[in-house]
């Protein structure tokens, strides 16, 4: 579950949504060619 103020990370024009920074961050390291993909579009 997501608690009341989750830690958003916003690509692009996509948000997603995490309980906490570390689920944010190993989410990040493991797309992060995908994030680097979109960012630069």
């Known amino acids: 579950p997501i608690s009341d103020k989750?830690?958003?990370l916003k690509i692009a024009n996509?948000?997603?949504f995490f309980c906490c920074t570390s689920c944010?961050?190993?989410y990040k390291e493991k797309y992060k060619g995908r994030i680097?993909?979109?960012?630069?579009n």
């Open 14 to 16: 996509f948000e997603r």
């Open 24 to 26: 944010r961050s190993l």
């Open 36 to 40: 680097e993909t979109l960012n630069q």
């Open 6 to 8: 989750p830690h958003v």
